[in-house]
C-alpha cells in the first residue's frame, strides 16, 4: 500500500513529524514498512517555461525551435521532437546545468539523476531540454493518458520561471507499506491515517460526504436494484449522477493517484479511482445509457456466455461467476472489471455510481478461471466491510460535486438483506497486564483501545468491547491484547524469557531413526531425501499390481501439478530416479538410503487422518553391487537393532524385482509382540530390480539392487539394550557337513531345523557353500554349513558333540530329505 505523505496529511496532522520518525513509529506499532521513497530529491534547476513562439528546424523536418519564458529579461531556445507542443503552453523545461531525476529517451537512469547541459541539434543551438513526465521520474505505468506521448504540457496556471517541483508540489515522500492479509481495513488511506492518529495520539478527520444533492429527481427514479445472489453479493448501493462532464482532472488529485500508483484518465474514473485508494472500497460507474431497462440484476453468469470486458478481451464464463447485468445482458463481472458495453463516453451525461460488497472467495475463484487481477479483486479477496458502501458512494458523489463534474439526484438505491454488526465481547484488565508482563491502568488500555475506535464499556477489571465493523480481524481477547501491545509500543515491553520445566529429550524411535543413519552411512552408503508429493505413475514404472496396497494413494486437493499429486506409498521409485538420474550423469557407482514417511488412505475410512508410517529404502548399482551385498547391509542394520529372530524367504511374485532374486523378510514375534495373532512379522523386501524396471528409468542391462523395509515394525522389535555376556572360558568345537537336497530347498528352512533340535551346546550355524555340477545329481544341490559347539559350563567331548550332531543330521533327513554328502 503506497501512502503519500502529503495526501495522509489532509486526515491526520503530522507535518511536524520528519518522515523517518514517521516511519519508526509506524513500525513499532505494527505497520509493517517496505520502502520509503523520496520523489523529486536530484531535481534542480528545472523551471516552469511558456512556450511564446515556435519555429521550424532549418536543417530537420521532425525538430523545432522554441523559444521560451522561464521568468528572465530573455526568452530561452529550446530544441525538441516533441509533436505535443504549441504557443502559449506551459511546460517543465530543464536549464542548462540542470539535474532530472528520471533517464534521458533510451538511456539507463544514473545515480544522482541526469545533468543537462546545452548542446547543438543539427546545428541550432539548445540551452535545456523540455522535459516529460517519465524524465522527471514518473514510472510509465502513472503517467497521465494526456501526457504519455511527449512533453507534459501543464493545464493550470503557473509563473513562468517557478521552481517546477515547489510550484507542483513534486517533492514528498512515499511510504510503501506491506499489509498483513488480516489488516484489510489498511488497504486505504483512510485506515492508514487511523493508524497513524492512534499512533501518534492525534486527532483523525475523515473525508467530506455532506452533499448538495442539486440533481433533479431521486435516484431510485433512474435505475433499480435486484440483488438475486445474496450470499455473493452482500449489499450493494447506487447513485445517480447527471449532467456529467468529462474531462481532465484537477492536478490536487492527479497528483495524489500517480504517487499512489495509479494512473490518471478522466475526472469520473479519477474520483472512483481516487476513493477506492481513500476507503478500500472499489467504485465502479456505467453509462446508464447502457443500462437497459434501467435495471441493475446481480445473479450468476449464464452457461456457456462469453463477455468482452472493458480491457476489450472476450471472456468465457462459468455458471458460478457473479456478474452484474441488465434486463437483457452482462455489463460488469462482479468484483473484477466492468463490461465493454457500458463504459463511461466522451459525451456521457449520466451515470450510475455502484458501490457494492462482494463475497470474497467467489470473487478470487472468478478472478483466478479467468486469470483476471484487478485492483478492485485484489481488496474483495482479502475481504471489505459492507458497512463501507455508503460512505464510499457518497464521497464519489462529493468529490464530483466539488470538480464541477455534475449534478447528483437525492437518495440513492440501497439493497442490503442481511446487516452486519460487530461483535461484542468482554476483555480483562489483568489478563491483558499478566500476557504482556507489564502494569498499566484501565484509563490508559481504553485510551489505546478508543483511539483506534474501538468502544469501551463496563467497569473494574472487565472491558466490554465493541470493534468497528471494519475490524474484522478483532474477534478474542488475545486480539486486543495486541492492539494494546502494539499502541502501548513493542520497543517499551519488558524482555523476559520463556518459564517451564521442560526438558529436552529424544524419542526412543527418534534414536533408532539416528541409530539407523549412521549406521548405513558407516557402511559406506549416502542418505538421500526426496518429495512426499509424487506421481501416480510412479508405482507404474515399477511394476506394482493394480490391485495392490501400494495404490492407495492420499490424493492432494490442490496439487501443483500431475507430478506432484499425490503422497508416496513406498519409497521405491523415488529410489529409482535418483539412481537413473546419477546414471545418466556418468556416475559409475552408487549405494544410497532414504528413511522417510510414507502415506496411505486411513484403513477407518477416506474421511479420516491417512496412516503414516516411517519406510527404509537402500539402492545400489555398479561393481560392488550384487544381492549378497544387500542382503549383508541388511543383516548388519538389523543386528545393531538388536534383531536376532530375521529371516530371508524366496520371492517370486512381486513386480519390482527379478522373480528368481527376490527375498521377503520377516522377524518371530515374541508373545508381547503378537499383531493379530501373527507369529512372524513381514517387514520388507529385497532383490536385484527387474530388468523391465530397469528400462523404464533408462538404466538398460544395468544390475540394480534395492530393499524397502517398513521401519515402524522393525522398531517394534528393536531391542537395543546392552547385556553384558562374559567370554566363553571353554573352546568350541566345529564340524562341517554337506548335505545334498532338492533344489526347491531353501537354505534358511535348513537351518530352521538345524537350530530346533538343540539350544544347548549348538553355538552358531554358517553356510559356507552351495553347490551344483557334475557330481550332483540334475534337480538336486548340495549345500555345506559349519555347525559350531560349546558348552558354557565344561568342554565338551566327541561324544557329547556327536549326539546332538546326529540328532541334527537325522531331523535333516526326516523332515527335508536332506542326504549328507561325502565331502
Not at 483 to 491: F, I, M, N
Not at 515 to 523: F, I, N, P, S
Request: glycine share 6%; proline share 4%.
Amino acid at each position: 500500500m503506497l501512502v503519500p505523505i502529503e495526501w495522509l496529511n489532509d486526515y491526520i496532522d503530522i507535518k511536524d513529524i520528519d518522515t523517518k520518525e514517521f516511519c519508526d513509529r509506524m513500525i513499532l506499532s505494527g505497520s509493517d514498512l517496505e520502502t520509503c521513497e523520496y520523489f523529486c530529491e536530484e531535481m534542480e534547476n528545472v523551471l516552469v517555461g511558456r512556450i511564446e513562439k515556435i519555429e521550424k528546424h532549418p536543417d530537420a523536418d521532425k525538430l523545432v525551435v522554441c523559444q521560451i519564458n522561464v521568468g528572465q529579461e530573455e526568452p530561452v531556445q529550446i530544441v525538441t521532437g516533441a509533436p505535443n507542443v504549441f504557443e502559449g503552453a506551459l511546460v517543465p523545461v530543464a536549464m542548462h546545468k540542470s539535474r532530472i531525476p528520471g533517464p534521458l529517451h533510451g538511456k539507463a537512469k544514473e545515480e544522482g539523476g541526469t545533468k543537462i547541459t546545452k548542446g547543438k541539434l543539427r546545428g541550432v543551438t539548445s540551452y535545456g531540454m523540455l522535459c516529460s513526465a517519465e524524465e522527471l521520474g514518473f514510472e510509465d505505468k502513472v503517467v497521465p493518458v494526456a501526457h504519455r506521448d511527449g512533453i507534459w504540457i501543464l493545464e493550470e496556471e503557473y509563473e513562468p520561471g517557478a521552481d517546477f517541483a515547489e510550484a507542483l508540489g513534486l517533492k514528498q515522500a512515499v511510504v510503501d507499506f506491506d499489509i498483513t492479509p488480516n489488516r484489510p481495513d489498511c488497504l486505504a488511506m483512510v485506515g492508514m491515517a487511523r493508524e497513524a492518529a492512534a499512533t501518534f495520539d492525534r486527532t483523525f478527520t475523515y473525508p467530506d460526504t455532506d452533499l448538495e444533492e442539486a440533481g433533479e429527481g431521486q435516484a431510485s427514479d433512474f435505475v433499480s436494484v435486484e440483488i438475486k445472489n445474496p450470499e455473493n453479493c452482500k449489499r450493494y448501493v447506487a447513485r445517480v449522477v447527471t449532467d456529467v462532464k468529462i474531462q481532465q482532472s484537477p492536478w490536487w488529485l492527479q497528483k495524489r493517484l500517480m504517487y499512489a500508483g495509479m494512473r490518471p484518465i478522466n475526472n469520473i474514473v479519477d474520483i472512483t479511482n481516487f476513493v477506492m485508494l481513500e476507503y478500500g472500497q472499489p467504485i465502479h460507474a456505467f453509462d446508464i445509457r447502457q443500462i437497459k431497462d434501467s435495471k441493475i440484476i446481480v445473479e450468476n453468469a449464464s452457461l456457456g456466455e462469453v463477455f468482452t470486458t472493458l480491457d476489450e478481451t472476450e471472456r468465457k464464463l462459468t455458471p458460478e461467476m457473479l456478474m452484474i447485468k441488465d434486463a437483457e445482458r452482462s455489463v460488469a463481472i462482479a468484483g473484477v472489471m466492468g463490461g465493454l458495453n457500458s463504459e463511461i463516453e466522451e459525451d456521457t451525461t449520466t451515470i450510475v455510481i455502484e458501490s457494492a460488497n462482494f463475497n470474497g472467495d467467489s470473487v478470487r475463484a472468478t478472478s483466478r478461471k479467468l486469470a483476471l487481477r484487478t485492483e478492485a479483486s485484489g481488496r474483495f479477496e482479502k475481504g471489505i466491510d459492507p458497512n463501507l458502501c455508503e460512505a464510499a458512494a457518497d464521497r464519489v458523489c462529493k468529490l464530483i460535486e466539488m470538480l464541477g463534474a455534475g449534478k447528483v439526484c437525492k437518495g440513492r438505491v440501497d439493497i442490503y438483506p442481511n446487516p452486519e454488526s460487530a461483535k461484542t465481547i468482554d476483555i480483562r484488565v489483568d489478563r491483558i497486564n499478566k500476557v504482556l508482563g507489564i502494569e498499566i491502568s484501565r484509563e490508559e488500555m481504553v485510551k489505546y483501545l478508543t483511539n483506534l475506535e474501538i468502544k469501551v464499556e463496563g467497569e473494574g477489571n472487565i472491558m466490554t468491547v465493541t470493534p468497528p465493523t471494519i475490524r474484522q480481524d478483532l474477534v478474542a481477547e488475545e486480539d486486543y491484547i495486541e492492539e494494546v501491545a502494539r499502541l502501548y509500543g513493542y520497543d517499551k515491553l519488558p524482555v523476559t524469557l520463556p518459564k517451564g520445566n521442560c526438558e529436552s529429550g529424544m524419542s526412543y524411535e527418534r534414536s533408532l531413526r539416528d541409530l539407523t543413519r549412521e549406521t548405513l552411512c558407516g557402511m559406506g552408503l549416502n542418505e538421500i531425501q526426496t518429495y512426499s508429493f509424487v506421481s501416480p505413475r510412479g508405482v507404474d514404472k515399477v511394476r506394482i499390481d493394480e490391485d495392490s496396497w501400494e495404490r492407495s494413494f492420499v490424493v492432494l486437493t490442490n496439487p501443483l501439478g500431475e507430478e506432484n499429486s499425490v503422497m508416496r506409498t513406498i519409497l521405491t521409485p523415488n529410489m529409482m530416479e535418483v539412481l537413473a538420474r546419477n546414471y545418466t550423469r556418468n556416475i559409475d557407482s552408487v549405494m544410497a538410503f532414504e528413511l522417510g514417511n510414507t502415506f496411505m488412505e486411513s484403513m477407518m475410512g477416506p474421511d479420516q487422518l491417512p496412516d503414516e508410517q516411517y519406510s527404509l529404502c537402500i539402492g545400489m548399482y555398479g561393481k560392488d553391487a550384487d544381492f549378497f551385498t544387500l542382503k549383508g547391509i541388511v543383516e548388519e542394520l538389523l543386528t545393531i537393532l538388536g534383531i536376532e529372530d530375521y529371516k530371508f524367504t524366496a520371492e517370486s511374485e512381486y513386480g519390482v524385482y527379478h522373480p528368481g532374486r527376490c527375498a521377503r523378510i520377516s522377524i518371530k514375534s515374541t508373545k508381547d509382540l503378537l499383531v493379530w495373532g501373527h507369529e512372524v512379522d513381514e517387514i520388507g523386501i529385497m532383490g536385484e530390480v527387474h530388468p523391465d524396471v530397469a528400462e523404464n528409468y533408462g538404466m538398460d542391462g544395468v544390475r540394480i539392487y534395492c530393499c524397502e523395509i517398513m521401519f515402524d515394525t522393525v522398531v517394534r522389535h528393536a531391542n537395543t539394550d546392552i547385556v553384558y555376556k562374559p567370554l566363553p572360558k571353554y573352546p568350541s568345537t566345529s564340524r562341517d557337513i554337506a548335505l545334498l537336497v532338492e533344489e526347491d530347498v531353501q537354505v534358511g528352512d535348513i537351518i530352521d531345523v538345524i537350530k530346533a533340535e538343540d539350544d544347548t551346546i549348538l553355538e552358531d550355524v554358517q553356510l559356507f557353500d552351495v553347490y551344483r555340477g557334475k557330481q550332483v545329481e540334475e534337480g538336486k544341490k548340495s549345500v555345506a554349513f559349519t555347525l559350531t559347539y560349546r558348552h558354557k559350563d565344561k568342554t565338551l567331548t566327541d561324544e557329547d558333540v556327536a549326539e546332538v550332531h546326529n540328532k541334527v543330521l537325522d531331523a535333516l533327513k526326516e523332515k527335508i530329505n536332506a542326504v549328507l554328502r561325502e565331502m
